[in-house]
């Protein structure tokens, strides 16, 4: 829903401050439209209804998965641009959503669907939350990250804003993650903010140059300083910052990097999470095997690491695949 409208259309209908209000909790616990709001006049519901889409977006194609994993593919209404995200079902009862902050994304890591398409725009903070609000409707939801299609740094601002709304969906700003690939200067922006939301790195190799090679931003901002504000941000907020490797095979996988990898990195101050790789056609991702001897050697000298857990592996789940898909039909 776009909020600003929705504010704009309540005043011009000459309707009291709290109205906003009061359609914002309903869209929040999931309704499914305005007739379902029940203590705002009918009249000012048919106006909205006519004035004030329910959604900025709308929804152009759906997955399943066999695991229980939904990825959403949606058209913003403004100008039709692709949007991605992904509900994500676990056994223990967590219900987490990956979402997108831009259309495309402008950093050309080489590993990611998203990153071979065109940039689009970044997305309004009311886009970012329809995304949320689209799987809300569906259940209920208590995990965010941000790490579906686009830098989410480039665009902290409507980020932000979108996190500030969280709460009222469901999900509280510690069972938030920003997640990006490496731009210093919205770490920073991040590490000052008034909110405990959780960073992951995407940093997916130690080394420099094999870094620069994988994800070019590396270029612009070296992995030293990028681990010089996670510095400031676990300064400030007291909380560890999670480090995203994806494991490629015969790329970043061996005995040496993994050990060049601990080396880094206080294991007072971050934590490892090994993600087996949802080929896009780049890379070939590391077997079982390589990853758990990548993993027994952080743990030898002295880091935790986790392995993440693949989902929605036949659904192309990886970020940019449907929407990667969509576009080349088009064409």
């Keep these: 829903m776009d909020l600003e409208l929705l504010d704009s259309t ?21 309704v499914a439209g305005y007739d379902a709001m029940t203590n705002v006049p009918a009249d000012v519901r048919a106006a909205l209804t006519e004035r004030v889409p329910f959604s900025t977006l709308d929804v152009t194609n759906e997955a399943h998965s066999k695991d229980g994993t939904i990825k959403a593919l949606f058209n913003t209404r403004k100008d039709g641009r692709p949007v991605e995200a992904v509900l994500m079902r676990y056994r223990d009862g967590r219900r987490s959503l990956c979402l997108s902050s831009q259309s495309g994304c402008p950093l050309t890591c080489t590993f990611c669907a998203t990153g071979a398409m065109k ?50 969906v469901g999900i509280s700003h510690r069972r938030t993650a920003i997640s990006t690939v490496g731009w210093a200067p919205g770490i920073e922006r991040l590490a000052e ?12 190799a130690a080394d420099e140059a094999l870094r620069s090679q994988i994800m070019p931003v590396n270029d612009r901002y070296p992995l030293s300083q990028v681990l010089a504000a996670c510095e400031k941000f676990y300064k400030n907020k007291k909380r560890m910052v999670f480090i995203e490797y994806v494991m490629l095979k015969g790329v970043n996988d ?28 780049t890379y070939d991702g590391s077997g079982r095997e390589a ?17 993440r857990l693949t989902r929605g592996q036949d659904i192309d789940a990886a970020c940019g695949q449907l929407a990667a898909k969509a576009l080349a039909q088009a064409s």
């Design 119 to 168: 940039f689009g725009r970044n997305l309004t903070a009311s886009e970012i939350l329809d995304q949320a609000l689209h799987f809300r409707r569906i259940e209920a939801v208590d995990h965010v990250v941000f790490m579906g299609m686009g830098e989410p740094m480039m665009n902290l601002d409507n980020v932000l804003d979108a996190c500030r709304r969280l709460p009222d």
């Design 10 to 30: 309540l005043a011009d209908l000459g309707q009291p401050a709290f109205r906003a209000k009061q359609v914002w909790e309903w869209t929040a616990r999931g």
């Design 254 to 281: 061996s005995y040496a990097q993994a050990v060049q990898l601990a080396k880094v990195l206080d294991p007072k101050k971050y934590k490892i999470n090994l993600i087996p790789y949802n080929p896009t056609g």
């Design 291 to 307: 990853i758990a001897a990548f993993k027994a050697a952080l743990e030898e000298h002295g880091i935790g690491a986790t392995v």
């Design 193 to 204: 903010s008034d909110m405990p939301i959780r960073l992951a790195l995407s940093l997916h």
